[in-house]
């Protein structure tokens, strides 16, 4: 597992169906050696990660700066039970800040989100 301890952003590489790598800064919460992150069930990590669950991902600032050694890791999109679970990780990391987040994504938009954990190797 990276060392994470310090960080609020996580880079997370996914990869397109030709193989072309996506990187992209996420916020993430860990739990027994499993990472969770969100997103919004359309975005294009959410349909990589359905497509190949192979994955890698180093600490990073909020622009997705690398600042650590790369890991592989394996990806999966949770069930509901997860979903709660990885919610309830994510609330306590980021607080306020998310939950705001959540009322306008979630509650006045409508928006469907995903939660994904993630397993490094």
């Known amino acids: 597992m990276p060392d994470l ?3 609020k952003y996580l880079c997370l590489e996914s990869y ?3 193989g072309v790598p996506v990187r992209t800064p996420v916020w993430f919460a860990e739990d027994d050696g499993r ?3 969100y997103s919004l069930a359309e975005a294009g990590k959410v349909k990589r990660i359905r497509n190949n669950p192979r994955v890698r991902i ?3 600032d909020a622009r997705g700066r ?3 050694e790369w890991v592989d890791a394996t990806a999966k999109i949770e069930d509901p039970a997860g979903e709660n679970l990885g919610m ?5 990391k980021y607080g306020l800040l998310k939950r705001i987040g959540d009322v306008f ?3 006045l938009m409508g928006r469907k989100r995903a ?4 397993i490094p190797s």
């Open 115 to 118: 939660v994904i954990s993630i």
């Open 88 to 92: 309830k990780l994510l609330n306590k």
């Open 66 to 68: 690398v600042l650590g």
């Open 5 to 7: 301890a310090n960080h």
């Open 16 to 18: 397109r169906k030709t």
């Open 35 to 37: 990472l969770y992150i």
């Open 105 to 107: 994504s979630a509650g």
């Open 58 to 60: 180093a600490p990073c």
